[in-house]
């Protein structure tokens, strides 16, 4: 894959040790922006990854260094992330929630490391990779997992959630997520 290939040579991992390389790609993906991206191809030419491009990003520069991990689905609820949320996306999830899909990777030593939240989105409220992070630290970047698969499918086990929740549910969803993805770009903006 060239995206991979072309990314993996400019964080110029050669001199590194086997550690050295995990930390540094982990932290490097892990700085790619959140948004709609949602593989590795969106990913590299959108500039942006949601759970599911920026782990399989991931995925990829770890099968091409040869790391070994599984993937892993899990659900929460966004109103128990304790982030602020404006009050349009508030009041949808008033309306009543739902169990939300997301994904991160489980390393081989037991590891689950989770890159969707990009640096930036700390100060309003997100869980982000710490900047110290290293093997042996388990993290992940939501709060209160409801359910959990470990070495499965990211997209089957996505589509079996999405395809589970009632006609509603699904239009609140997709309403919630259209919402979510303008005002993520719309604070980049107001900051930058």
Known sequence: M???HSYLKKLNLNDLYFEQKVIKVVQSVSSIPWGEGRSIEDVFLKGVGTCTGK??????CFDELGIKYELVVCTFKWGEQGIKYPEKLQKILDEGEWEHGHNFLKLMNGDYIDVTWDPFL????FKVL???WKLGQSFIGVQNIIQQWDNVSIDDKKFQLIDSLSPELKERRNRFL???IKWIKDFRLDIK
Do not use: C, M, N
């Open 122 to 125: 700390e100060s309003i409220g």
């Open 178 to 180: 259209i919402e979510f």
């Open 2 to 4: 060239d995206f991979i």
């Open 55 to 60: 782990h399989k990003v991931l995925q990829a």
């Open 130 to 132: 710490p900047k110290d």
